[in-house]
């Protein structure tokens, strides 16, 4: 059983995503964004400086990325949290973006997204021709006639070609 500090913390934090409704209901009951949310609350419990949100959006539709996006950045600034999302995906999480630490190829670039998210950069870091192309706000990293983000990415037991 909670004491009131405890319950007093829990409360806080569901009202921080605005949650408290959700906890009342059944887990089962709930969608993937409003379980997020609800992950997202559990995360603040004691009052961390950092979060890590381990591909956060998967299995969201966009609707929900874009709320788990302005919630955890809200959170970022209202906490003066750091925050960071792993993620294979950059593009939903652009808007709440300030530096990208991208991996490939037993390599990293550090930087501003303008900075890393490049065709240089990309290049040198995946060893291949990369072409990284942005449209309406949207980053697209393409290798051959293949999406890197989506097939580059594959766990390695996945491939077919391994």
């Known amino acids: 059983m909670l004491n009131k500090a405890d319950r007093r913390e829990v409360d806080w934090a569901l009202d921080m995503v605005g949650a408290r409704d959700l906890a009342r209901r059944p887990l089962a009951e709930t969608s993937g964004g409003e379980r997020q949310r609800l992950l997202l609350a559990q995360s603040l419990i004691g009052r961390p400086r950092l979060l890590l949100l381990d591909e956060p959006l998967i299995s969201l539709d966009p609707r929900h990325q874009q709320a788990v996006v ?17 993620a294979h995906d950059v593009n939903p999480l652009l808007p709440a973006l300030d530096r990208v630490l991208y991996l490939g190829g037993g390599q990293a670039a550090l930087g501003k997204v303008d900075e ?47």
């Open 70 to 86: 302005a919630l955890a950045k809200s959170l970022q600034s209202e906490l003066k949290i750091t925050v960071l999302f792993s």
């Open 116 to 162: 890393v998210i490049t065709s240089p950069v990309l290049s040198r870091l995946y060893g291949a021709a990369i072409e990284v192309i942005e449209l309406h706000g949207r980053i697209f990293v393409m290798a051959g006639d293949q999406e890197v983000g989506r097939d580059a990415h594959q766990h390695e037991a996945s491939r077919s070609d391994v």
